[in-house]
């Protein structure tokens, strides 16, 4: 028996222009961007059609940007082709509110706003220049893990994987000294290639403490309901359906690392064939590549691809 995950975006899927289709092809798409405009009480949609770039990629704003972006392609293929039968839901970290607005756990103009919190936060929990973010590949997790391990005894300083992102990539985050010494530590122990990465800060490890505490303090305002269907979390790798949980598991998930590559994994042994990336991008359908070849997979992320979605829901 065919199932179907559907899984979401995180930063680094966004570009100019996105959404804009949607918007103008479909009322329901439209109106889940107007309805963003309206929790922040400016125009996301602009940014998201017009930029500048140098605005869309700025932390807080990329984050609801990417949310809308999602929730507007899915509601309106929903509307457009009807419900769709989903079995699980997933995301690359900001990708789990895309997730649990999904699931009808969290209210859309909730997330939006909370994202938008989380953005700022994360943004502000460390100084520019002090942390940094690399990608390792070419060599198993483990090594990647053996090096940040060894830097940050050695120095003394926050270095640790961040993004699990398939069997050959591991993304590292931390201070950037760390991050460096870690990258020269993985290449001795067998890592191909190390490629620093041009973001804002160091997402997914100790340095973002500053930012979890803030967003615990803002998800104490947010109602969460029921989960159908369940989530497979960053954080645990496997799926919840318990309400009363994701606030914890939203707060651990800033300093904890994404465990896409056993998201996936656990999704399979669960009987999921089919993955549908919905949102902005294919980041993660190039990650499930690498994860497993043979998988089922199809995109989402322009109102263009409505009929190959159709056509691939139908197989």
Known sequence: MALLALIFPGQGSQEVG????????????????EAADRALGWSLSQVCF??????????????PALLTTSMALLRGFEAEAGPLKVDYLGGHSLGEYSALV?????KFEDAVRTVHARG??????????????????GCGPEIVREACEKVAHQRGEIV??????????????????AVSAACEMARELGAKRVVPLNVSAPFH???MAPAARQLRSELEGVAFGAMA???VTNVEAKPNDDPSRIAEILVRQVTAPVRFTEMIASMKELGVTHFLEVGAGRVLSGLLARIDRRGQRANLSQWGDVEDVREFLVS
């Open 102 to 106: 999904a699931s009808g756990a969290m």
């Open 18 to 33: 996105m959404g804009r289709e949607a918007f103008k092809a479909s009322a329901v798409a439209r109106a889940v961007f």
């Open 120 to 137: 700022r936060f994360m943004q502000e929990a460390v100084a520019e220049g002090q942390g940094a973010m690399a990608a390792v590949m």
């Open 160 to 177: 640790s994987p961040a993004n699990y992102n398939s069997p050959q990539q591991t993304v590292i985050a931390g201070e950037a000294a």
């Open 229 to 231: 269907p369940p989530v």
């Open 50 to 63: 017009e930029g500048p770039e140098e605005e869309l990629r700025r932390t807080e704003i990329q984050q």
């Open 205 to 207: 490890c100790e340095m």
